[in-house]
């Protein structure tokens, strides 16, 4: 694929609409593009956070460990960022990420999303939007988990 088209991929994800194209194009030339199969682990939980993904196409799901095996917290679509939290909190992964249909995602390593953090405060308050609003999902989850448990 072109850079141009990258580029105009990127500018989709809305962590990435405040930035300049030209920082864009720097982005998707010092980015990874991959793709998965089916089934194909992009990483597991407990794995070192070296990079966040963005998705470009294809979907994911989001597996959680637990006693009776792995759990599908989320799945996650086009245009979505995964593999952040392990790079903000200096943790390892805080759960598996495999592909559910042919996938494609743009994989940015650690120093360089941290860098565009540091030039682009619009995508950090985009980040923490996209981490509010989890953490305002998995809160809700939580009290009908515990409401459904107690009845």
Same mark, same amino acid.
């Given at each position: 694929?072109?850079?141009? *088209?990258?580029?105009?991929? +990127? ?8 930035? !300049?194209?030209?920082? +864009? ?6 980015? *990874? ?14 794995? !070192? ?15 959680? *460990? ?66 509010? *609003? ?18």
């Amino acid at each position: 694929m072109l850079l141009k *088209d990258e580029v105009g991929m +990127l500018q989709r994800v809305p962590l990435f609409s405040g930035v !300049e194209p030209a920082k +864009l194009k720097l982005l998707a030339f010092t980015s *990874d593009r991959v793709s998965y199969s089916a089934g194909e682990i992009l990483f597991r939980q407990g794995d !070192e956070g070296d990079a966040a993904y963005v998705i470009l196409s294809g979907r994911a799901d989001i597996l959680v *460990d637990s006693d009776s095996g792995p759990i599908k917290v989320a799945e996650l679509v086009p245009n979505s960022i995964v593999g952040e939290i392990a790079i903000l909190c200096n943790s390892s992964r805080t759960a598996t990420v495999r592909a559910a249909s042919q996938l494609e995602a743009l994989r940015i390593r650690k120093d360089h999303f941290l860098r565009l953090m540091k030039e682009f405060p619009e995508m950090t308050i985009e980040i923490l939007r996209v981490l509010a *609003d989890r953490l305002s999902h998995t809160t809700a989850d939580l009290i009908d988990a515990r409401s459904a448990n107690s009845e």
